[in-house]
């Protein structure tokens, strides 16, 4: 889901390789040789190397060489096994999502556990693996852990009620105000990074403005507000998360009521 955060500003879409050639990979549908040498290296250890590299250099620094590098091979030899960075980056997309086989890691309760739970690994998803907010997913190339995830979620959230759109939607939900929170995370460690001044530093250099600003009677609503309404106490991706649920939750007591 890493402290690299070089090349951050490389976007990448999914999709961009191959996708026949992809699906082969990831689906280890393509027809293997039966004679000559064994192969010294793995597609599992390929992937997993190129991950690496872009938690610890983003995707700026991802390139088939540099992967090459990590593994002590030349940048042709990997071209045996991946046809491209586009084929390599759908497989990484692929790889991040495996989910591990234990039924707690979407919660022990019903639906709306199932889903805080989705919202909270995913989160921690993207912390993991920052890069994964420079890839434009929205067209991604459907792998058997993608596919299993969202089995095994939909499976959890089928007695909502809902239609079948609609749970698709409510995942889609959680998915996209956890991007939103993960970016925004991103962001303030990037501006760290680069202005080397803390979130405290960087609030505290503006005090005095502000505190003329709301003595001037222009900004009433702002004035009265409590001391730790702007502080980092607050959990502001539990409280948006728990307001989704709720807003469903809604939905699908009225569904139940209107059921025949």
Do not use: C
Not at 99 to 121: H, I, K, N, V
Not at 135 to 161: C, F, H, W, Y
Not at 193 to 204: I, N, P, S
């Amino acid at each position: 889901m890493t402290s690299g955060t070089s090349g951050a500003g490389s976007t990448e879409t999914s999709g961009s390789g191959d996708i026949a050639r992809t699906l082969e990979l990831l689906w280890d549908t393509g027809r293997r040789p039966s004679r000559g040498p064994k192969p010294t290296l793995t597609l599992d250890r390929i992937v997993e190397a190129a991950v690496q590299v872009a938690d610890a250099e983003g995707l700026g620094g991802l390139s088939m060489r540099r992967v090459a590098a990590e593994l002590g091979m030349g940048t042709m030899s990997l071209y045996r096994y991946v046809p491209g960075k586009g084929e390599l980056l759908d497989l990484m997309l692929d790889r991040v999502q495996r989910r591990s086989d234990d039924p707690s890691d979407l919660g022990d309760g019903g639906w709306r556990a199932a889903l805080e739970a989705l919202g909270r690994t995913t989160l921690a998803l993207y912390r993991r693996h920052p890069w994964l907010l420079h890839v434009n997913q929205s067209r991604p190339v459907l792998g058997p852990s993608a596919v299993d995830g969202m089995e095994k979620i939909l499976t959890r959230i089928l007695p909502m009620g809902l239609t079948h759109p609609e749970l698709v939607s409510a995942v889609l939900m959680i998915d996209g105000y956890v991007v939103g929170a993960a970016r925004t995370q991103l962001y303030e460690r990037e501006a760290e990074r680069r202005t080397g001044l803390t979130d405290a530093e960087f609030w505290q250099a503006q005090f005095p403005v502000l505190e003329k600003a709301m003595a001037s009677g222009r900004y009433p609503v702002m004035a009265s507000l409590s001391e730790d309404s702007f502080g980092s106490d607050f959990d502001h991706f539990e409280f948006g998360l728990q307001r989704i649920l709720d807003g469903l939750e809604v939905l699908v007591e009225r569904r139940g009521e209107s059921a025949p």
